[in-house]
């Protein structure tokens, strides 16, 4: 596979599974393991493009890099960071809609690991299930920090949280601004991406109208 077809397959966002696509040994390693050998090759990168690692600013910037990587910026791959989340009997008999918007984007393009940032906007129809309302921050959280492309993230925070409420009225909505897009390439600053996923009842308009409308309304 020559390198043109590479890039005509990543700007197409092919992919095969809603997963992360992960090797079988991805987790043999520990955190620190991974972080001393990230630390290695990324010391020959800054090498490779001149710089000189005995200069003080630049000594340390390897293992600040690797990490960021593991513990920070990538955190979200390893499923033992994965948050809990707390859900509670539907007491109250709460049928109407209840929406959790703005929530940070905060993650990085698989294609060139440059920053994806923006906000999310979730909404669904309890049953017999309600959510704590920090832990839907905290699910968006820990699926934008890995290596993503934004339907992805949509689809994957979608399905988490149907099998954790227990249904399939829940929605899904991304808007971001892509780094890859606005910092190289056609270097446009001022467009962004808005994905949006959904199933159950929101797949009636008048559900995703009164969603859409509630997120126009009171959006940063």
Known sequence: MNKEH???????????????????????????????????????????LGLDLTDDSLSGTPYRFAKMYVKELFYG?????????????????????????????????????????????IAY?????????????????????????QERLSMQILKDLQETLETEDVIVMISAKHLCVSSRGIKDKSSYTTTLE???????????NEFLKIVDATSL
């Open 77 to 121: 791959l390893n499923p033992k960071n994965k948050p809990k989340l707390s859900v509670f009997d539907n007491k109250y008999g709460y049928k109407k809609m209840l929406v959790e918007q703005n929530i940070t984007i905060d993650s990085a393009c698989e294609h060139h690991f440059l920053p994806i940032t923006g906000h999310a906007h």
């Open 6 to 48: 590479i890039n005509i397959l990543g700007d197409n966002h092919i992919s095969t599974n809603v997963e992360t696509p992960l090797r079988e040994d991805a987790f043999d390693k520990s955190d620190e393991e991974k972080i001393e050998n990230i630390q290695h090759h990324f010391g020959k990168i800054m090498e490779e």
């Open 125 to 149: 129809l309890p049953k017999k299930k309600v959510v704590g309302l920090s832990k839907i921050n905290r699910l968006v959280d820990y699926y934008a920090h890995r290596p993503q492309v």
């Open 198 to 208: 959904y199933g159950g009842c929101f797949e009636k308009e008048q559900f995703r």
